[in-house]
Nanobody, 114 residues
Framework: QVALVESGGGLVQAGGSLRLSCAAS????????MSWYRQTPGSQRELVASILSTGTTNYADSVKGRFTISRDNAENTLYLQMNSLKPDDTAVYYC????????WGQGTQVTVSS
């Protein structure tokens, strides 16, 4: 069955960087669009970035120029490189297949201290 397993979260100071990974299995990874969402307590999950099978990317305005989504189809892995992190980036980050009604990983906590 489909499985999405995130890793790479942690505690970082403002201005720092983190790289999130999402190991995917159970489906033909290379033909599907994939996304990263994030959620803070009391808020809905928001789309951070997405990448099509063609490699075309899309970003939320709040992360443009700081975050980079990428994929390794040979390794069935999705990445999110996060640079110049801000305290407002603190959230649980989720890997997603198929949009809001699709499949989710368990999430990885990112905490940015000021």
């Amino acid at each position: 069955q489909v499985a999405l397993v995130e890793s790479g979260g942690g505690l970082v100071q403002a201005g720092g960087s983190l790289r999130l990974s999402c190991a995917a299995s159970g489906f033909l990874f290379r033909i599907f669009a994939m996304s990263w969402y994030r959620q803070t307590p009391g808020s809905q999950r928001e789309l951070v970035a997405s990448i099509l099978s063609t490699g075309t990317t899309n970003y939320a305005d709040s992360v443009k120029g700081r975050f980079t989504i990428s994929r390794d189809n040979a390794e069935n892995t999705l990445y999110l490189q996060m640079n110049s992190l801000k305290p407002d980036d603190t959230a649980v980050y989720y890997c997603n297949l198929g949009g809001p009604s699709g499949m989710w990983g368990q999430g990885t906590q990112v905490t940015v201290s000021s």
